[in-house]
Each structure stands twice: as structure tokens, then as C-alpha cells.
């Protein structure tokens, strides 16, 4: 079946840099794309969202880029921190539904 | 603290045994959903209520689980003669007007079955 998906399952990088992780997406009738962050103990946490109607948006230190013609999500963390070390996930939703579907997820670590 | 809880946040059993968790959602929030995450694996739907109402269910929910919200507050979900199989961490989220509008899901801390 059609599913959302993640390419790298683990992105180190030194604090200050920029991050990005990346997810591909096959399911065409998808409109509703999320990013969540789960530290260890916790369950996800809400960061951005991005409708399709859209192709990039930004938050505080963060931005989603979609790119629909290649079913690309991205996640961009400015200057990330060491608190921004967990698992990021992706999920899409498929218009008329309400339930998200998860990919695989990337472990961000970030070295002092 | 006014965020989604869960109890227990660990439980132990052994295989066969029957085990019932809690899910008390944001006071004020309508849609309540079980989801399922084993290890480095994004979180799977298991089920959604709408105040009191099971509108959806996945196929991963055997008839060995159930889940209830009686009065559309708290929520439990109960697995009958659990197999090891069953082991993972069971989230639950709530939210108000997710996905229609700005709003999102709030999700619990979950709760860590271990079946021996």
C-alpha cells in the first residue's frame, strides 16, 4: 500500500548547524502533511504543518518545504540545538480523513 | 498539568493475562485516538472516538481489544489474552477540531507494555 516514508534513519550534526530531514510520501491524494518531535519518555509533539494548497512554511527556527511534483517533505531546524536531539517524524493525511499516518522516523543528535 | 495522561505509564504482564489502560484527554477536546508505537517506528492508528462514539477502527485491532469512552471523557483500551507480540508503546491523543482546522493532536506519554 501506499505509505510515508523517511531516507535517513539517523542525522548527527554539531550544534549551530542547520538540519534538514527529509520524507517522501507516495500517497497522491494527501493534503494534510505534519512534522512531530518525540524525545525519549514522551509521546510526539506537534511542530509544523503544511497543507498542500502550500510549499513552504515557516515557524520559529523551523520550516517545512513541500515539494508535491516529487512527493518531498522536509524539515529545515536553523542553528539546531541540543534540545532539538530526539525523533522526527512525518505524517500525511488523505483529504475526507482524520487519521494521520506515520513514516519511520530519523534520529536528530546533536553533538555540543 | 493540563496536557493528555495515561496509566499506567509501564505495565508488566504475562502472556494471556488481560490488561486495561487509561487515557484522560484534555478536558475540553472531543476526538480521542489509540495509536500503537513499537520501537523506531512511527506511531500506528489503532482507533478514534468522537465525544462518546467509535467512528473508526484499524485493522491491527483484533477482536482481542477494545476500547471505550463511555461518557466521551476518559477513554480505556483493554487487551484480552495478550500475546508478546502485543508488546509496544500505546499512545493516546486528543483534540479539538484536528485535522479541519489549525488545531492539532495532543499526545499522551503513553504507556509501555511489556509481555513476558
Known amino acids: 500500500g501506499e505509505s510515508v516514508g523517511l531516507h535517513l534513519p539517523t542525522l548527527s550534526v554539531q550544534e549551530g548547524d542547520n538540519s534538514i530531514i527529509n520524507c517522501a510520501y507516495s500517497n497522491s491524494a494527501s493534503d494534510y502533511f505534519i512534522w512531530y518531535k518525540q524525545e525519549s519518555g514522551k509521546g510526539p509533539q506537534f511542530i509544523i504543518d503544511?497543507?498542500?494548497?502550500?510549499d513552504k512554511r515557516q515557524g520559529q527556527r523551523v520550516t517545512v518545504l513541500l515539494n508535491k511534483t516529487v512527493k518531498h517533505l522536509s524539515l529545515q531546524i536553523a542553528a539546531t540545538q541540543p534540545g532539538d536531539s530526539a525523533v522526527y517524524f512525518c505524517?500525511?493525511?488523505?483529504?475526507?480523513?482524520?487519521?494521520?499516518?506515520f513514516g519511520r522516523g530519523t534520529s536528530l543528535i546533536v553533538h555540543p | 498539568d493540563t496536557g493528555v495522561s495515561q496509566d499506567p505509564r509501564h505495565k508488566i504482564t504475562k502472556r494471556g493475562q488481560n490488561v486495561t489502560f487509561r487515557c484522560d484527554p484534555i478536558s475540553e477536546h472531543n476526538r480521542l485516538y489509540w495509536y500503537r508505537q513499537t520501537l523506531g517506528q512511527g506511531p500506528e492508528f489503532l482507533t478514534y472516538?468522537?465525544?462518546?462514539?467509535?467512528?473508526?477502527k484499524s485493522r491491527l485491532l483484533s477482536d482481542r481489544f477494545s476500547a471505550e469512552r463511555p461518557k466521551g471523557s476518559f477513554s480505556t483500551l483493554e487487551i484480552q489474552r495478550t500475546e508478546q507480540g502485543d508488546s509496544a508503546m500505546y499512545l493516546c491523543a486528543s483534540s479539538l477540531d484536528f485535522p479541519t482546522s489549525t488545531d492539532t493532536q495532543y499526545f499522551g506519554p503513553g504507556t509501555r507494555l511489556t509481555v513476558l
Open positions: 503544511i497543507r498542500s494548497n502550500m
Open positions: 505524517a500525511e493525511i488523505t483529504g475526507g480523513s482524520y487519521i494521520p499516518t
Open positions: 472516538f468522537q465525544n462518546e462514539a467509535q467512528l473508526e
